[in-house]
């Protein structure tokens, strides 16, 4: 059914109006109770008790409004975000768009969303309401305005903002959407944030999210320097801004694409820090995940969790619970 509304109307729609018709239909289902919470196989990865190895990929919701439609989906954690310092709106429109005979997506969202002090204010009512929650992630980003040379105090506002109302926070330098961001993967530049989120996370576990366009030696230094400042482990990968494999007008767009082209690099990199880190340091294996055989082939790679993002716009609204029911 999702498949036949998605060929024949949803895909004619603009992208991100598109996603917002979606998340208010996901409210509404809610509210019905036509969707809820079910159990899963729990795992434990970094201290925390996972109802499933199944999370939405930060980018989906970027404020905290659909934690608990997210998990009534069949998500065992959900990752909010990218959050920043200071709200922003980001990038014009259009800034989002789909390659649908690749499963494909860019996007230039450029970390729209309404800032730390009001998703904090968000997450706070929420885990006061005393309802079921999966474990929350919260991604935090650097502020547009802000200079890089001053990235740090701007994550370290973020992370004591939000860090009392998260289960782990993730350290976004990866995204292709901010200009210069990238560049804070640079050892020089990633020391100094990774030391002031882990300062103020308060004991909650901490990740760095790497982009897939980075050098096998350049992960090998940030793995190095996650276990050095006792990081609980690192999430592989963002979207690429590379087209190679796509031949689409549509890769002419600039942004991060997403979709099975990340896969065979995501694998890559998974396999790599894997062989890198000690045990006690978790993977979060994203980019290409679409069945339940490539969540397998994940874990026997040395994933502890897995993140989706583009395979749910594709496969529907079930799309999480039927990859842990597998």
């Known amino acids: 059914m999702y498949r036949f509304l998605f060929n024949h109307f949803l895909k004619r729609l603009d992208p991100e109006f598109a996603h917002h018709l979606g998340a208010w239909t996901l409210k509404v289902m809610f509210a019905l109770r036509l969707i809820r919470p079910s159990s899963g196989q729990e795992v434990v990865v ?52 789909r390659i649908p005979e690749q499963r494909a ?10 800032g730390a002090d009001a998703v904090a204010a968000r997450l706070a009512a929420l885990r006061a309401s005393g309802a079921k929650l999966p474990v929350i992630g919260v991604n935090i980003g650097k502020t547009k305005v802000v200079e890089l040379k001053d990235a740090a105090g701007d994550y370290r506002y973020s992370a004591e903002k939000l860090a009392p109302y998260a289960d782990y926070l993730a350290v976004n330098v990866s995204s292709p959407n901010t200009p210069g961001l990238r560049e804070l993967q640079q050892i020089a530049s990633l020391r100094p944030i990774l030391e002031a989120v ?4 308060g004991g909650k576990p901490v990740f760095v999210k790497i982009a897939p366009d980075v050098t096998n030696e350049e992960a090998i230094e ?4 996650s276990e050095e400042l006792g990081l609980a482990g690192i999430i592989a990968t963002n979207t690429t801004i590379s087209r190679d494999g796509i031949d689409s007008e549509i890769a002419k767009e600039s942004g991060g694409l997403s979709g099975p082209v990340l896969a065979e690099r995501s694998k890559e990199l998974l396999m790599m820090l894997r062989g890198k ?22 874990l026997e790679l040395g994933a ?23």
Do not use: C
């Open 46 to 97: 970094a201290g925390i008790s996972f109802p499933n190895r199944i999370g939405m990929a930060a980018g989906f919701d970027k404020d905290a409004k659909l934690v608990r439609q997210l998990h009534a989906l069949g998500f065992g954690h959900v990752e909010i975000g990218t959050v920043t310092a200071q709200a922003q709106p980001g990038n014009t429109r259009p800034r989002l768009f």
């Open 105 to 114: 997506l860019i996007n230039r969202m450029g970390f729209n969303n309404e």
């Open 198 to 201: 882990v300062e103020k996370s």
């Open 222 to 225: 940030i793995a190095q320097l």
């Open 277 to 298: 880190l000690p045990k006690e340091m978790a993977i979060i294996s994203v980019g290409g995940i679409e069945t339940a055989a490539h969540v397998n082939e994940r």
């Open 304 to 326: 502890d969790l897995v993140q989706g993002y583009t395979g749910f716009v594709y496969f529907g609204p079930f799309w999480a619970r039927s990859l842990t029911r597998a």
